[in-house]
């Protein structure tokens, strides 16, 4: 089969590629920036990478119209856009008119559990899709799932930082809203094995785990796996903003995706019985051997994808990356050092490896001051940590920062500050006839831009050149 993913480079869609791949399948990946695909992909004979935005109708003369199946992957949880509904209304609206002409069967769109009779806005918006893509051109399989379990599932690193961080929890009364979560390799057993089943052809069915959960049960099962003893204490006088608040202070969420969280949290997510495990055999695991299997993979270090890697965890950045690789030169500030470089091999991996748990190598207590002004400011702090030790992509998140470029055969790392700044900052590594070349540029938003990079300027002269200092140090 030929089969296209959109949404290729979100948390699902990552997870996907690689079973379809593994199944013999022709993939079509289709990315709104090919800087952010994998890098692995443009080495396999079995993926093809297309740029399109479903956004723009425009761009879809990219996707190859000899398609067997579609899996419609795009969605989004920040409130970043107050007109989200009619954006993702437009991007289902491209898509089935594109695909209007064409040899497309089926069509399998990933929805969210949508029977409470009060559903949040986002859950509304994921009705209404369902609702634009149906057609008499393909057929339509919606699966509607509820809480996704897995490494690096924003439902996880939520439930993961409250429970190791706060022994006593004063908690919204939503703590005690039911949910049905299913865990991520349940999600993407439903998804691989539906592909092809005419007999899914226009149906949707709502796909969960076996056990109805309150939030507050979630927690303290989680706990229990951690050997954590976690006290909860839900009141009735959180507002939805203080909630966001809560969310936002202790997790590693923006702000704007707790809103989203809160909203959605709200309504009880238990889906309505049917055949559909055993259709497609499926047999779902418990909550608990979730958690467990997410943490194997956690020591393992094979977290495949991660929620923090989403454009919906930027503080700044939206899609594209091709807009931010040309460092500017002219009316920017900069701090230049370079080092000679005496074990190349060394230098690259502690340059990648650089941030999250290994830290910035010097004055690491200056960069969590920097974080926590940042997070108090309404920024994302340094809460997101990095998904892998020592790789690093383009797209992926690395504390306040996004990577922009990273190539090690180049031997060049470039970042993109994401933190609260009166204008905008690059972070860029490169290994140049045995030096170390370390650049920070910051082009300034008016007198405040300029106030702000003389206040900060003595600060940057010390971390960055211990910094670099350690980068090179045998």
């Not at 089969?3 to 289709?30: D, F, M, W």
């Not at 202790?250 to 259709?279: E, H």
């Not at 007198?447 to 960055?464: D, K, Q």
Request: proline content about 3%; overall charge positive.
């Amino acid at each position: 089969m030929k089969i296209l993913v959109t949404g290729s480079t979100g948390y699902i869609g990552k997870r996907l590629i690689p079973i379809l791949i593994n199944e013999g399948h022709q993939v079509v990946c289709a990315v709104r920036d090919k800087l952010r695909a994998d890098k692995n992909y443009l080495k396999d004979e079995h993926i093809t990478i297309v740029e399109a935005d479903f956004l723009k109708p425009e761009t879809l003369k990219n996707i190859p119209k000899d398609i067997d199946v579609a899996y419609y992957l795009i969605h989004s949880m920040s409130n970043s856009s107050n007109n989200f509904e009619r954006l993702e209304a437009a991007c289902a609206a491209n898509f089935k008119s594109y695909f209007s002409s064409s040899q497309l069967e089926q069509v399998i769109y990933l929805s969210g559990i949508t029977n409470d009779d009060q559903l949040s806005k986002h859950l509304r918006s994921r009705k209404n899709v369902e609702d634009i893509l149906a057609s008499d051109s393909y057929g339509l399989t919606v699966l509607k799932a509820g809480i996704i379990v897995g490494s690096g599932s924003s439902s996880f690193e939520i439930i993961r930082d409250l429970v190791e961080k706060l022994p006593v929890m004063i908690a919204p009364k939503w703590l005690n809203t039911k949910t049905q979560p299913l865990a991520v390799r349940d999600v993407l057993a439903f998804l691989s094995r539906a592909k092809g089943k005419k007999e899914l052809f226009n149906t949707s069915y709502d796909i969960f785990g076996p056990e109805i959960l309150t939030y507050k049960q979630m927690l303290l099962e989680f706990a229990e796996i951690r050997g954590l003893k976690r006290y909860i204490l839900t009141v009735p006088v959180m507002t939805p903003k203080l909630s966001s608040y809560w969310l936002y202070f202790v997790t590693s969420t923006s702000y704007k995706l707790a809103t989203a969280l809160v909203d959605s949290m709200g309504v009880q997510i238990v889906g309505k019985p049917s055949n559909i495990n055993q259709l497609l055999k499926v047999d779902p695991i418990t909550y608990k051997e979730a958690v467990e299997l997410a943490f194997e993979k956690i020591e393992q270090n094979s977290i495949v994808s991660s929620w923090k890697d989403s454009m919906v965890s930027s503080g700044r950045l939206k899609n594209s990356l091709h807009k931010y690789i040309n460092v500017p030169q002219y009316g920017c500030f900069k701090d230049y050092k370079e080092r000679e470089v005496k074990n190349e091999e060394d230098t690259i991996n502690k340059i990648w490896s650089i941030g999250g748990t290994t830290g910035w190598y010097y004055g690491n207590f200056l960069w969590k001051i920097r974080g926590y002004l940042d997070q108090f400011a309404g920024g994302i702090g340094l809460r997101r940590g990095r998904t892998h030790i020592s790789e690093l992509d383009a797209g992926d998140a690395l504390d306040f920062w996004r990577v922009i470029f990273s190539d090690k055969k180049e031997k060049k790392l470039l970042l993109y500050a994401e933190m609260k700044l009166p204008g905008e900052a690059w972070l860029e590594f490169k290994i140049e006839e045995g030096l170390l070349k370390q650049t920070a540029t910051f082009r300034p938003r008016g007198l405040a831009g300029r106030l702000y990079w003389y206040s900060v300027y003595p600060f940057h002269g010390l971390i960055f050149s211990g910094l670099i200092n350690k980068l090179v140090a045998n």
